[in-house]
């Protein structure tokens, strides 16, 4: 069984930093494609920024300059620095992350999320 747990969510002020965390657990043989997606109440889930198993990283436009991810092969972890946070990056953040199983099977799974809220 395959799990990713998230962490480092929490409430600050606008113009703050937050760092989340996410943890990969279980039987595997690697991962490929790591992700945050996060979902404001009333929207759809959205891609925040993703990297690749080779580093190479993307990011939605409405954060470029302000989020980093970066991620640890070696450990299986995944993390998002957020800085110059706004309160229309209040969202429930996901980690996704596609493994690697086994007859070349590859699957993504999902994190619990983690509740970011930017106010005042």
């Known amino acids: 069984q395959v799990q990713l747990v998230e962490s480092g969510g929490g409430l600050v002020q606008p113009g703050g930093s937050l760092r989340l965390s996410c943890a990969a657990s279980g039987t595997f043989f690697g991962i490929n494609d790591m992700a945050w997606y996060r979902q404001a109440p009333g929207k759809q889930r959205e891609l925040v920024a993703v990297?690749?198993?080779?580093?190479?990283?993307d990011y939605a436009y409405s954060v470029k300059g302000r989020f980093s991810i970066s991620r640890d092969i070696a450990k299986h972890t995944l993390a998002l620095q957020m800085n110059n946070l706004q309160p229309e990056d209040t969202a429930v953040y996901y980690c996704n992350a596609v493994f690697v199983l086994g007859a070349g099977r590859r699957y993504g799974y999902w994190g619990q999320g983690t509740q970011v809220t930017v106010s005042s």
């Open positions: 990297v690749t198993s080779g580093g190479t990283t």
